[in-house]
């Protein structure tokens, strides 16, 4: 089938590449989005979707707004757009491009997270598992119709940066079987359940600051959830409050009561920097002074002390 990529975030780049080279199909062009400033020095710099199609001589379009690209979509003659975190919602006319379908893969079990962060979500929540949804798209925000399923293990290690991988390379399977279904068709089309559906938008830096009020737990699953993005931090006391960064904590388990949440329990180099919390202890193992390294947290002791009972922000 004659297949039309739309997306934009790293996360579709296995589903691309297997669309590229796979035999059954052909990727007669590639939809994403402009290319923006990126780095201290503002490089203009184009997404990593369009880098690959351009290297396999595929057609790219960047259009500002999607909608007003229908008839260059047209154009490509497409059976099926396949779309993955494209960044913007595509409208009826858009929809209604490809001959047979439009599909999107979207990064949970539907109706369980629709929206912009569906992998930090379920981390954050404490969840066993997660997924590849593949859905007939509609005019809402992954409202349409499953048309597939796969389930994916969060392990008790996963990160929101290794469980996006996971998933990514999971999705071209999930994709192929979906392919394969549209083209013997008539596809599956399970209607979701809006009752039970939730919802995860986009993250900024600013929902990464730990509140110490919570419980370790929660802390601890916040901390992986938002690892590489947006990351977790915590304010130093000082005349100027300085930001900084966790990137791996643990739980201890079964902590006594403890003092006012936020308050520095230990901050020896050998035993690590401990926090209370709102519920239990939480030990920061890796962390990151503000234009510094990351580190372990006992280094960063040794270079900085921290004195018990300070109160963190």
């Given at each position: 089938m004659r297949i039309l990529f739309i997306g934009t975030g790293d996360i579709g780049l296995p589903s691309l590449e297997w669309l590229i080279y796979t035999p059954k199909h052909q990727v007669v062009g590639v939809v994403t989005q402009p290319d923006k400033p990126a780095?201290?020095?503002?490089?203009?710099?184009?997404?990593?979707?369009?880098?690959?199609?351009?290297?396999?001589?595929?057609?790219?379009?960047?259009?500002?707004?999607?909608?007003h690209a229908v008839e260059e979509l047209k154009a490509f003659n497409a059976d099926v757009a396949v779309v993955v975190a494209y960044g913007q919602i595509l409208s009826r006319d858009v929809l209604n491009v490809p001959k047979l379908a439009c599909l999107n893969i979207h990064a949970s079990l539907l109706p369980k997270y629709r929206g912009a962060s569906p992998i930090q979500a379920a981390i954050r929540a404490g969840d066993a598992e997660t997924g590849v949804t593949i859905m007939h798209m509609d005019e809402g925000l992954d409202t349409g119709d499953i048309l597939l399923m796969d389930r994916v293990t969060i392990e008790p290690t996963d990160t929101g940066g290794t469980l996006h991988d996971k998933l990514a390379l999971a999705a071209p399977s999930s994709l192929e079987e979906a392919l394969d279904l549209i083209a013997s068709g008539p596809a599956p089309r399970k209607a979701q359940d809006n009752a039970l559906a939730t919802h995860c938008g986009k993250l900024k830096r600013e929902d990464g600051r730990l509140d110490w009020t919570r419980p370790a737990v929660e802390l601890e699953f916040l901390i992986r959830a938002y690892n590489p993005w947006p990351g977790t931090f915590t304010l130093l006391p000082g005349d100027k409050p300085a930001p900084l960064k966790v990137h791996r904590a643990r739980v201890i388990p079964e902590a006594e009561s403890c003092p006012a949440p936020g308050t520095v329990v230990s901050s020896d180099p050998k035993t690590g920097l401990i926090v209370a919390c709102g519920q239990g202890l939480l030990a920061l193992e890796e962390v990151q002074a503000e234009g510094g390294k990351k580190m372990a947290a006992g280094d960063f002791l040794r270079g900085k002390g921290l004195e018990t009972g300070l109160l963190l922000g």
């Open positions: 780095g201290r020095k503002l490089v203009l710099t184009p997404p990593q979707t369009k880098v690959r199609a351009q290297a396999a001589g595929i057609p790219v379009l960047q259009p500002l707004k999607i909608r």
